[in-house]
T-cell receptor
Framework: GAGVSQTPSNKVTEKGKYVELRCDPI?????LYWYRQSLGQGPEFLIY????????DSGLPNDRFFAVRPEGSVSTLKIQRTERGDSAVYLC????????????FGQGTRLTVV | DQQVKQNSPSLSVQEGRISILNCDYT??????FLWYKKYPAEGPTFLIS?????DKNEDGRFTVFLNKSAKHLSLHIVPSQPGDSAVYFC??????????????FGKGTRLSVIA
């Protein structure tokens, strides 16, 4: 596709459930980033992939959060045992080079944990 | 501890006038700065950037100024248009020193351009 695609655009889940959020980056972009944006805040870094490997996962808040990118293209962010505090917009971005200097963002997935 | 600060949550400007959005940073290792624009229900879109070797970068109606000694940058939009109404995020990275470091974002400033 022409841009970064994220699915679903909205997700409502019950506390304690497991969710997966998908990101389809721009074709040919080797770098992929996940950010989380809470209300009234700027995007906060979660994890960065260069190809298939996680080059930096220092932003993941705890071990309930995990992300994969098995073939170096599509990435999935996985959240176990969701909590109400996980409610936010999850943004994915991709870029050609290894640094997200001009990263292109998807429209985000709005996750609501009830 | 906020490394990138946008102290004005909102700004209103009349159409045709200049909009000035400000950003301060605390990490002296930051060497690359970007502005992103965000409309509701969309992801942020890249607007303009500047590296620390420059003090000004201009692209059409948008100019970014960098004052390294003050750890301050600003985005000027002139003339402002109603379509510029959006949330503007300042972002920074330690790009040239460390390579692949993630962007650190401010909280954003909501710009409203009034016709």
């Amino acid at each position: 596709g022409a841009g970064v695609s994220q699915t679903p655009s909205n997700k409502v889940t019950e506390k304690g459930k497991y969710v997966e959020l998908r990101c389809d980056p721009i074709s040919g972009h080797t770098a992929l980033y996940w950010y989380r944006q809470s209300l009234g805040q700027g995007p906060e870094f979660l994890i960065y992939f260069q190809g298939t490997g996680a080059a930096d996962d220092s932003g993941l808040p705890n071990d309930r959060f995990f992300a994969v990118r098995p073939e170096g293209s599509v990435s999935t962010l996985k959240i176990q045992r969701t909590e109400r505090g996980d409610s936010a917009v999850y943004l994915c971005a991709s870029s050609k080079t290894g640094a997200d200097t001009e990263a292109f963002f998807g429209q985000g997935t709005r996750l609501t944990v009830v | 501890d906020q490394q990138v600060k946008q102290n004005s949550p909102s700004l209103s400007v009349q159409e045709g006038r200049i909009s000035i959005l400000n950003c301060d940073y605390t990490n002296s290792m930051f060497d690359y700065f970007l502005w992103y624009k965000k409309y509701p229900a969309e992801g942020p879109t890249f607007l303009i950037s500047i590296s620390s070797i420059k003090d000004k970068n201009e692209d059409g109606r948008f100019t970014v100024f960098l004052n390294k000694s003050a750890k301050h940058l600003s985005l000027h939009i002139v003339p402002s248009q109603p379509g510029d109404s959006a949330v503007y995020f300042c972002a920074a990275s330690d790009h040239y020193n460390s390579g692949n470091t993630p962007l650190v974002f401010g909280k954003g400033t909501r710009l409203s351009v009034i016709a």
